[in-house]
């Protein structure tokens, strides 16, 4: 009785996640010849999530959606498309909308005719789909009226629909864009995949189109699936990042358990802007703080001497003697952007500057060669092993 | 524009001998004396009586164009040209397109047939004659062979009248497919590949579909350059005829250039074949503009 109740619910919990997971992807292996682009991916993507591959270029972040959109075919383990094994079906069984970086969308047909031609290929029959004689097959017109109020549709939603006579060319970078993005809602697939769709337009286009993109995504509650290599629109549209090294998934979280909570040297490296200061530990705990660090570190510091710190320009500050200061330098550079500022700050023994983000009242108060002393947040300090992976607190995890 | 020509001042003034006469010199001077002087010799030489050798020549007017409308033996020559090219065009460029879109999906010995393929083109044409011969020869013939295998009657290739013109056809189109395989094969390499691969998301992803979808519009530029090309080139047909048929039988191979061959150095009417050849000149060259404009209407998207 009471085994029967346990097995109801395990099953009933087995079968919400089976419906919620939009894509599983399941031990994916890709190679070229003997070259090994994408080693054993586990994912899985859940329904109506936005969720994004960043990574730097050459990660395996395009081979693994173009193996998702069955562009690529996997040399080992297997794809699911809203629990339909998909690993060896083609493209158009997929029931997947791609947006290219380059856009790919056919030269000589109109705005119209582009957007028509996913609903053509799967609602015409084959003599239907003919070039001129196509329209006179039976029920064709029916077909076509309907292609062609839903071409409308999807157009006024993306506000192009002034636009729907001409032809690629005549359009500019951002109205291609939405072409593109128009041919890939107009027939409701399962799944949305972007392959860096916003790399080739101007910066203020491009922050225009990121906040585009997710209310569409929020109005048309589809899976979207997003490749970039730029961490702020990783950051700022995501429901999920998923950060890539070679052909690797590092880490897979929110964007601000990512941020805050890096599980890899790497990851807390790309998701970080300016950058991540590292400095092998050993720098920090000779400090005149370095007794007081060393406390909130806990058992970390005795685990090895190998060990690597990251903080973030943010997770530090300057501060007003030698005796309270963790770390001293000269100041080597200056970087005002109007409500921020950076320091760059070379330290005796250390192979890169610090940078260390201030008010830019205190910013503009420096002057090169100055020697400026700098505290580091105890709590925000991360540590790394030698071959990248975070070294954490037991002692505090286990609290 | 006036931005333009005042730069060119000054650099003209700058380097004063680089003036603009002088760049557009060279270009000029070889252009005249190897196209439109030569040019404009014919299209007097066309409105005279002159014959090779003779001392003297007189001014005829129109008499040779006249002449030219009269003459039955240029009609059919016009004829018989006009048939060489409806087939060998549409025959050629039809197979050329088959054999590139089979060999870019080929990935092994692409390279053997690409050779195989153009080998004809860099073959001369009065060695391999002699092959064709034997094969369209009425009795021992290997395409008599096969016709008469598949339970045909026997066809007298090169001495039927009816069929004459029509093997000519056939070795042009043998001859000039492999140039427009290869050019083929360059205008499918420049289609992005993520159009393809946008068509195969699509819903276009084989056979047909992605044809007529992307692959047929896209080779346009390509398909009106291998027209025009091919077009203007089996205009031209002459060597096949002279060495394989000599115009025969009873004239059913006589082709324009053939007669202004045998006009000008045979019979060494100097002003007739000019004529014809101004007549033929004209043809060419409205063939060329008419591409030309149906290139500006269609082809650029």
Redesign the interface.
């Known amino acids: 009785m009471c085994t029967s109740v346990i097995n109801k619910k395990g099953d009933t919990r087995l079968i919400s996640e089976v419906e919620n997971t939009a894509i599983a992807v399941n031990g994916l292996v890709k190679s070229f010849g003997a070259h090994r682009v994408l080693g054993k991916i586990d994912l899985k993507v859940r329904r109506g999530e936005f969720l994004t591959l960043v990574g730097p270029s050459g990660c395996g972040k395009s081979t693994l959606l173009r193996l998702i959109a069955g562009l690529e075919t996997a040399s080992e383990g297997d794809i699911s498309i809203a629990g339909r094994n998909v690993t060896k079906a083609p493209p158009k069984q997929r029931d997947v909308a791609m947006v290219f970086q380059n856009y790919a969308l056919y030269p000589h047909l109109t705005v119209a005719q582009n957007m028509s031609v996913p609903l053509r290929m799967r609602r015409l029959g084959r003599l239907q789909r003919l070039p001129l004689i196509g329209s006179l097959m039976p029920q064709a017109s029916e077909k076509l009226a309907s292609i062609k109020t839903e071409v409308e549709a999807a157009a006024t939603s993306l506000a192009i629909e002034h636009l729907l006579a001409r032809k690629p060319a005549q359009l500019s970078g951002g109205q291609r864009q939405r072409v593109a993005l128009g041919r890939a809602i107009v027939r409701k697939p399962q799944v949305f995949l972007l392959d860096e769709p916003l790399s080739n337009l101007d910066a203020q286009l491009r922050v225009h189109m990121r906040s585009e993109l997710v209310q569409l995504h929020r109005r048309l509650g589809v899976t979207l699936i997003y490749v970039t290599h730029d961490q702020a629109e990783a950051m700022t549209m995501s429901s999920r990042i998923a950060v890539m090294f070679a052909g690797q998934i590092l880490q897979i979280g929110t964007p601000d358990a990512v941020y805050d909570n890096p599980d890899h040297l790497k990851v807390a490296q790309f998701i970080s802007n300016p950058g991540l200061n590292t400095l092998p530990l050993a720098l920090i705990l000779g400090g005149p703080r370095g007794r007081q660090i060393d406390d909130s570190l806990g058992t970390i510091a005795a685990s090895g001497s190998d060990l690597t710190v990251g903080f973030r320009p943010e997770a530090c500050a300057l501060a007003a003697s030698a005796a309270v200061a963790d770390l001293s330098g000269r100041v080597l550079l200056c970087e005002r952007f109007g409500a921020e500022a950076f320091i760059h700050v070379l330290l005796h023994g250390a192979p890169a500057p610090v940078i260390v983000r201030v008010e830019p009242s205190q910013a503009s108060v420096l002057l090169p060669e100055e020697v400026v002393h700098i505290q580091i947040d105890p709590s925000k300090i991360f540590v790394f092993g030698q071959d990248g992976t975070r070294v954490r607190n037991q002692r505090r995890a286990a609290a | 524009m006036s931005a333009y020509i005042a730069s060119n001042n000054r650099s003209g003034a700058r380097y004063g001998f680089l003036s603009l006469p002088t760049l557009v010199m060279p270009a000029t001077i070889l252009l005249l004396a190897f196209s439109l002087v030569p040019s404009a010799v014919v299209i007097l030489l066309s409105f005279t009586n002159y014959e090779l050798g003779m001392p003297g020549l007189h001014f005829v007017g129109l008499g040779n164009y006249s002449d030219m409308v009269s003459d039955h033996i240029f009609w059919q020559s016009v004829r018989n040209t006009a048939l060489y090219v409806a087939i060998v065009v549409p025959g050629s460029i039809f197979m050329a397109l088959l054999v590139a879109l089979l060999l870019e999906r080929r990935r092994f010995m692409t390279r053997f047939y690409k050779v195989a393929y153009f080998l004809p083109v860099t073959a001369t044409l009065v060695a391999m004659a002699t092959v064709w011969e034997f094969i369209l020869h009425p009795t021992f013939g290997l395409a008599n062979h096969l016709l008469t295998s598949l339970g045909w009657e026997p066809v007298r290739f090169l001495a039927d009248p009816n069929w004459a013109m029509v093997s000519l056809a056939i070795i042009g189109i043998w001859q000039s497919v492999g140039f427009n395989v290869i050019l083929f094969l360059a205008g499918l390499g420049s289609i992005?590949r993520?159009?393809d691969?946008?068509?195969?998301?699509?819903?276009?992803?084989g056979g047909l579909?992605r044809f007529?979808?992307?692959t047929w519009?896209?080779l346009?530029p390509t398909t009106l350059f291998v027209t025009l090309t091919t077009a203007v080139n089996s205009l031209r047909i002459f060597e096949s005829v002279t060495v394989i048929t000599q115009g025969g039988p009873d004239k059913s191979t006589g082709v324009i250039l053939y007669s202004i061959y045998l006009e000008a150095f045979r019979y060494f009417r100097t002003g007739y074949a000019s004529a014809l050849t101004v007549a033929f000149l004209a043809v060419t060259v409205t063939l060329i503009l008419l591409q030309m404009r149906v290139s500006d209407r269609k082809v650029h998207?």
């Open positions: 992005p993520e159009i691969e946008a068509a195969a998301l699509d819903g276009a992803d579909d007529l979808t992307v519009p896209l346009g998207y």
